[in-house]
């Protein structure tokens, strides 16, 4: 199947510090990418879907100044979580599509971040 | 909106088979998804499928039936590393052609 990858795989960092989160489609065009939160023993929430060359449509209760998303390319899209606070600590994902005609279209799922704010 | 329901934890033997149930409501149905998961690490794409009926693919087969809001994931000849959350995913014509709408997960613990 598709890769993608994400990076970093894991990050520690101060409350009120910005922390961005890259997400790649290293063998297919991404023309829509996702981005998820997980928190422990929950399910995937949605959090935003970018396309490349234009805003990201954020999911309601999603703070769309706090989690900037840019999608600058067909191939790399970041999340950055500006002025983290402990609460924002969790597992985000990206997940990339290449947006074809077809159904059975599926997401492809990067490793993961873990992020943890102190 | 969307509603999916599975069951949170099940607990089979190596060897065995397990079927894991998700139910769903949706308006607009335009698929719907199973993924794998490990503990700390991100879904791997499992099964799909849009039309009732049984798809298999080696040791899984997903079962979908539209007009029961129905699907379960079935997994034979069980093995240690089947251990890890199942999760049911939903794709909605009114949220977007390419969102999924996930359930909490089925937690599956494989014992010998």
């Known amino acids: 199947g598709a890769v993608v990858s994400q990076h970093p795989s894991r990050v520690i960092c101060k409350s009120g510090t910005s922390v961005k989160i890259e997400c790649r489609s290293l063998?297919?065009?991404?023309?829509?990418m996702f981005w998820y939160r997980q928190f422990p023993k929950q399910s995937l929430m949605l959090m935003a879907t970018?396309?490349?060359?234009?805003?990201?449509?954020?999911e309601q209760g999603v703070e769309k100044d706090k989690f900037l998303i840019n999608h600058a390319s067909l191939t790399l899209s970041t999340l950055t979580v500006t002025s983290a606070h402990p609460e924002d600590s969790s597992f985000y994902i990206c997940?990339?599509?290449?947006?074809?005609?077809?159904?059975?279209?599926?997401?492809?799922f990067g490793p993961g971040t873990r992020l943890l704010v102190l | 909106g969307q509603n999916i329901d599975q069951p949170t934890e099940m607990t089979a033997t190596e060897g065995a088979i397990v079927q894991i149930n998700c139910t769903y409501q949706?308006?607009?149905?335009?698929?719907l998804f199973w993924y794998q998961q490990h503990a700390g690490e991100a879904p791997t794409f499992l099964s799909y499928?849009?039309?009732?009926g049984l798809e298999e693919k080696g040791r899984f087969s997903s079962f979908l039936s539209r007009s029961k809001g129905y699907s379960y994931l079935l997994l034979k000849e069980l093995q240690m590393k089947d251990s890890a959350s199942y999760l049911c995913?939903?794709?909605?014509?009114?949220?977007?052609?390419?969102?999924?709408?996930f359930g909490k997960g089925t937690k599956l613990s494989v014992i010998p």
């Open positions: 997940s990339a599509s290449s947006g074809g005609l077809a159904i059975q279209e599926t997401q492809y």
């Open positions: 063998d297919f065009q991404a023309t829509t």
């Open positions: 970018s396309n490349e060359g234009s805003k990201a449509t954020y």
């Open positions: 949706t308006s607009g149905f335009n698929g």
């Open positions: 499928n849009v039309l009732d």
């Open positions: 995913a939903v794709r909605d014509h009114e949220a977007g052609s390419y969102q999924l709408t």
